[in-house]
Every structure is written in C-alpha cells, then in structure tokens.
C-alpha cells in the first residue's frame, strides 16, 4: 500500500564514505524529486526527473549524483560524505498538472560523522 | 533570501485555542498549497488554493489564498493536541513543476 517508499531510514556513516539512498513510488506518477530538509525543517529541491529525465538539478555539489533507472525509481548517489551532509533527505512523487501536488516518502536521516 | 516567508516560526498553544499561520511572498504564485509534516514522517498535502481570494475549509482549518496571490493564511479553530506539527507552505509558478517550500511553522498544542 505504500505510496512512496524510502530506504534506508536511518544511515549514520563516517565522513568521506560513499552512500546511496534508494526511492520507489508506486503511484504510477511521472515525475519523482529529492529534497534535502535541514536542521531548521528548511525543505529545498536538490532534483527532479520527469520520466526518467532530469528536469531539475539546483546548485548542489556535485557529490550528490541521482539515478532513475525507471519512472518508479530514483536513487541519490552520495560520494565523499561530509558533515555538513547531515540531515532528512526526502524523496517525492507528483503527476504534473498544474497544481503539481507532491506525495513525499518517510524520509531518510543520514547522520555523518 | 526565502522565497516565501512564514509566520510564526514557532506557536505553541493551549487546546481549545484559535490561530492563525501566515505564508507571505513578493512573488505571484499560480497556485499554493499547505502541507503538516508529523515527526518520523514525510509532508503531507492538507490543501491547494489556486484562485486569488479563494477560501477553503477542512474541518476546523480556514485555508485562503490572498487576491493577488501572493500570500496565504491557514486559521485553525478550537486546536486539538493532534494539530500539532511543521505547517509548510508551498508556491508553484506558472506551469513549473518545482515547488518552493516556505520556512516553515512549528505548532504545538498542549493538552
């Protein structure tokens, strides 16, 4: 029944390791999206792909890298973890029309150390 | 520089309470839409307002888009402790698929 799902939940990891969180929806929508919540609960945009074609990409190092095998799947890549890494990433799904209402995943804190 | 700035950053009231959130920008938007965000978990939508002036009601919430769409208020009545939660409030423009997310409103209502 899950709509969009995220794994893993939780991933703590030492700085300079390379990590990757994996996304999957299952509403049949055609664009998926990460975004990076800070400590403040700041939500910002990192990427979208539309039908597996990256539509969105903000300023964001080049480190991050997202992937979507298919119009379901959107995995973030992370290379060379820094601290300042650390935070809720949330992946999200939406059907664009023209209200564009996103259906986001449980979140994933990623913790470096 | 946020895109769209929310008022009060932090509200913490008593059960049975009025409030009111504000989401206010410089920028036009074609439509905005509010979302609660419970902790451990994702946003999640609660509206979308797409015609200046328009008023939407969900229950005890009073969602309205301002007539030159531009702000945004949420207005809740007789807060119960199951409100409780990050408020956000999210812009699109034209026909951009890319939402921008406001600062964000933390509510707590206590018992």
């Known amino acids: 029944d899950t709509a969009v799902s995220q794994t893993p939940k ?3 990891t030492q700085m300079g390791n390379d990590k990757s969180i994996k996304c999957e929806q299952n509403l049949g929508h055609d664009t998926m999206y990460w975004y990076k919540q800070d400590s403040k609960k700041f939500l910002k945009i990192m990427f979208s792909y539309n039908n597996k074609e990256l539509i969105i990409n903000e ?7 997202p992937k979507s095998p298919d119009k379901a799947h959107l995995n973030l890549h992370i290379n060379s973890l820094e601290l300042g890494d650390s935070a809720v990433y949330f992946c999200a799904s939406s059907q664009v029309a023209s209200t564009n209402t996103q259906y986001f995943g449980p979140g994933t804190r990623l913790t470096v150390l | 520089t946020q895109l769209l700035e929310q ?3 932090f509200l913490s009231i008593q ?3 009025n409030l009111t959130v504000y989401c206010n920008s410089s920028s036009v938007f074609s439509s905005l839409q509010w979302y609660r965000q419970e902790p451990g978990e ?9 015609t200046g002036g328009e008023v939407k ?3 005890r919430l009073t969602f309205q888009f301002g007539d030159a769409r531009k702000d945004s208020s949420l207005h809740i009545t007789a807060a119960q402790p199951g409100d409780t939660g990050l408020y956000l409030c999210a812009g699109a423009r034209g026909s951009a698929r890319q939402l921008t997310f406001g600062s964000g409103t933390q509510l707590t209502v206590l018992p």
Do not use: A, D, I, W
Not at chain 2, 42 to 50: D, E, F, I, R
């Open chain 2, 7 to 9: 008022s009060p950053q």
């Open chain 1, 10 to 12: 939780y991933l703590v």
């Open chain 1, 59 to 65: 300023t964001v190092p080049n480190r991050f890298s």
């Open chain 2, 15 to 17: 059960e049975g309470e």
């Open chain 2, 42 to 50: 994702g946003p999640v939508l609660l509206v979308t307002v797409v």
């Open chain 2, 57 to 59: 009601k969900l229950k």
